[in-house]
């Protein structure tokens, strides 16, 4: 079925910092792609997204590529600050019919100053 | 604009009884969506409702149900509460089959 993996975390680094969060996907067609982000006691927001191949979504200084030939949508920022301390969540629609999204298990980001 | 607004923003409940979750999407999305973020167990999709009808549900028993109402508002019932039904639960609204936004989530804890 299909499904996400995201690299374990907790991740932890020093401000400025380069941040990358990898994600890879298993899914029949063409998914689209999303990275969530929950800060801490709040819900998800939207990150970025991507809907096809070699897209590449950016947001806040954030950015992820949607590679099909390597089923990847890695989540990278060139500097990170304390303030994107929160948890990462990849995820994939592979069906607009089913609405569903499917999500990684999530990578918790510590950034200290 | 407004975003998605779930209430209440926390519930405690005792095993057996039933909770009843709250959720109003972004002006203008038709189609509404439940998940459950359980501790341990990541986020699960629990229904979809669109233009008023249950269009999927994920895996999870028929004491979980719920509604939309004519106004894209919608609403979870959580039947004979157990106690490993307590987790965050999060609503998202879309246009459509378009991009899904997240609500703050109402924390159910069943005791």
């Known amino acids: 079925g299909d499904s996400v993996t995201q690299m374990e975390g907790p991740v932890t680094l020093s401000e400025e910092a380069f941040l990358t969060i990898n994600c890879t996907y298993t899914?029949?067609?063409?998914?689209?792609l999303f990275w969530y982000v929950q800060y801490p006691g709040e819900g998800l927001q939207l990150l970025l997204k991507a809907t096809k191949a070699d897209d590449k979504g950016s947001n806040k200084g954030f950015e992820a590529t949607y590679r099909k030939e390597t089923t990847s949508f890695h989540l990278e920022k060139g500097s990170v600050q304390v303030s994107d301390s929160a948890v990462y969540f990849c995820?994939?629609?592979?069906?607009?019919?089913?609405?569903?999204?499917?999500f990684g298990q999530g990578t918790t980001l510590q950034v200290k100053p | 604009e407004a975003g998605v607004t779930q209430s209440p923003t926390h519930l405690i409940k005792t095993r057996g009884q039933q909770a009843t979750l709250r959720c109003s999407p972004i002006?203008?999305?038709?189609?509404v969506y439940w998940y459950q973020q359980a501790l341990g167990l990541g986020l699960q999709f629990l229904l979809w409702?669109?233009?008023?009808?249950?269009?999927n549900r994920g895996n999870f028993p028929p004491r979980f149900s719920g509604r939309q109402f004519p106004n894209y508002s919608s609403e979870l019932n959580v039947n004979a509460l157990e106690l490993e039904d307590s987790a965050l639960y999060l609503c998202?609204?879309?246009?459509?089959?378009?991009?899904?936004?997240f609500g703050p989530g109402t924390r159910l804890t069943v005791l």
């Open positions: 995820a994939l629609s592979a069906n607009s019919n089913t609405g569903k999204l499917i």
């Open positions: 899914a029949t067609g063409y998914p689209s």
């Open positions: 002006s203008g999305h038709t189609s």
């Open positions: 998202a609204s879309s246009f459509g089959t378009d991009t899904q936004y």
């Open positions: 409702y669109d233009e008023g009808e249950e269009r």
